[in-house]
């Protein structure tokens, strides 16, 4: 997640702080509502110029496919377009954003970037295609869950997400009867869950196509070009029997749950999957996750999945990101602590957690299209922590 597409958390005074949480705001609902125009202007556009390049012989030879393709693309952008302005518009009314939109802010590339992912990132949480994708992470986690807790436990048993992205893991808990609530950051991520898991009031009802955004490592037209139906499972058909068991947090993992005075609030599962490389500092993540668990009687438990996809090396790895924290020494965003595993996994145990299981090596996707030539393929780690009661003493 990126700082143009998360709430602001800067000390800042609370009035120009409300003006800089408005901007990213609005820069994200932009970045949906122009997606279409972008899209158009990116993908096709360029192509077709090439098209009328070539010469005639290569023209004829690419003839009428190639331009039945880009027409057939321009098409299902428009269909994606169609379905981001729903999600805009649901998600200005609310997050009570300006209804002027000229008051908006203009949408970074960045931002056009991630609302692209985000397209897939759908895909991959709310349909039946990325069953099998979810199956290996979420299913390992709810499986660990009911390991467990009894049936007749879980409504007992809180369990907090955070990075909870589109909030399927966080729905599919609470569908167990587990007490669950998702937390996230990303506006992306915060407007797309929101209207899912609200909004929509049947399976199948939208249509989206999320692999068309790149012609690499493609092996068919039409694989490129297929239309993917969500949601696969309605949240509506939940929140008519028991919503009061499922929540959502808006807002930095840290900062919402570090330090909670009551032992009572505190959680009795924390879940995280493909989230502990998010943080500038892993560090900062296992204090936190260890504050929030419950630790009176030894049975808070933290099970982990994912890959250790540093999203800040690069950052790090910048002469601009040493100097802004030189600048700005006491401010985590311009640092990245990357830790290998075993080095992680230690201090995991230092931090006052046994490991009950670990695996690693478990192959992993992230978004992928099933059907095309290449991905991306994680080595990634699971494992059951319980933390350790506190001794206190005499």
């Not at 390991?147 to 007992?156: A, G, H, I, M, Q």
């Not at 070009?225 to 840290?254: E, M, V």
Request: aromatic share 12%.
């Amino acid at each position: 997640m990126a700082a143009d597409d998360a709430p602001v958390e800067r000390h800042v005074h609370p009035e120009a702080e409300e003006i800089l949480e408005q901007r990213a705001l609005t820069s994200t609902l932009n970045s949906l509502l122009v997606y279409g125009k972008a899209a158009h202007y990116n993908l096709t556009k360029p192509r077709f110029a090439a098209l009328s390049r070539l010469s005639e012989r290569h023209r004829d030879l690419l003839a009428p496919f190639y331009t039945d393709h880009l027409a057939a693309i321009d098409h299902a952008i428009d269909i994606n377009a169609e379905f981001l302005k729903l999600v805009a518009r649901y998600g200005a009314n609310e997050f009570e954003a300006p209804q002027n939109l000229r008051e908006w802010e203009g949408a970074t590339l960045l931002q056009l970037d991630q609302t692209r992912s985000s397209i897939k990132q759908v895909y991959r949480d709310w349909s039946a295609e990325g069953a099998a994708e979810r199956q290996v992470c979420y299913g390992r986690v709810i499986r660990e869950l009911n390991n467990l807790y009894s049936p007749e436990r879980r409504s007992d048993v809180r369990v907090l997400v955070p990075g909870a992205g589109l909030g399927r893991l966080a729905y599919d808990i609470a569908c167990e009867g587990y007490v669950s609530q998702g937390n996230e950051f990303s506006y992306h991520m915060l407007i797309l869950s929101n209207f899912l898991l609200n909004h929509a009031t049947s399976e199948s009802q939208f249509t989206i196509y999320p692999f068309l955004h790149s012609f690499s490592h493609t092996s068919t037209a039409m694989n490129q070009l297929r239309a993917i139906r969500i949601p696969d499972k309605c949240p509506a058909t939940f929140y008519t029997s028991t919503a009061s068991n499922f929540s959502f947090t808006a807002g930095s993992f840290a900062e919402t749950y570090a330090n909670i005075p009551d032992e009572a609030d505190k959680w009795d599962v924390i879940t995280t999957v493909f989230f502990l490389d998010t943080a500038h500092n892993v560090l900062e993540y296992i204090d936190v996750i260890s504050q929030a668990l419950k630790n009176s009687d030894g049975t808070g438990y933290w099970i982990n999945f994912g890959p250790l996809l540093y999203h800040f090396e690069e950052e790090q790895n910048s002469s601009s990101a040493v100097a802004r924290a030189a600048k700005d020494a006491d401010q985590q965003d311009g640092i990245s602590i990357e830790l290998p595993l075993d080095y992680l996994i230690s201090i995991v145990e230092k931090c006052g957690f046994v490991l009950e299981k670990l695996e690693t090596g478990i192959k992993t996707t992230y978004a992928a299209d099933e059907r095309a030539m290449g991905n991306w393929v994680f080595d990634s780690v699971f494992w059951v922590a319980r933390k350790l009661p506190l001794v206190h003493p005499h």
